[in-house]
Nanobody, 116 residues
Framework: QVQLVESGGGSVQTGGSLTLSCHVT????????MAWYRETPGNERELVAI???????SYADFVKGRFTISRDDDTKTVLLQMNNLKPEDTGLYYC??????????WGQGTQVSVSS
């Protein structure tokens, strides 16, 4: 059974940094896409950053220059380095992966809280 185990959330002040980690466990044959989404208060789930195995990384405009996504296919891990955090970054962050069959898997979410 495939599971996505997330860690690294927490509480920081404005301008602080956090690194989110997501490790994929279980048997999965080929991870095409690894990504991070978030749900901020009052908003729907939105894409933060995406790392396709066969394309360039891309970011939502609201995190460009502050967040960096990286993936390690040997360990089936995806990281989200978040710098210069702002109160509007507060929310629940979800790890997401797609295999080559297009089947999506989701983590349980990890809370990020940024105080002013």
């Amino acid at each position: 059974q495939v599971q996505l185990v997330e860690s690294g959330g927490g509480s920081v002040q404005t301008g602080g940094s956090l690194t989110l980690s997501c490790h994929v466990t279980g048997t999965i044959f080929g991870i095409r896409i690894m990504a991070w989404y978030r749900e901020t208060p009052g908003n729907e789930r939105e894409l933060v950053a995406i790392a396709p195995v066969d394309d360039v990384r891309s970011y939502a405009d609201f995190v460009k220059g502050r967040f960096t996504i990286s993936r390690d296919d040997d360990t089936k891990t995806v990281l989200l380095q978040m710098n210069n955090l702002k109160p509007e970054d507060t929310g629940l962050y979800y790890c997401n992966v797609f295999n080559f069959d297009g089947y999506p898997y989701w983590g349980q979410g990890t809370q990020v809280s940024v105080s002013s």
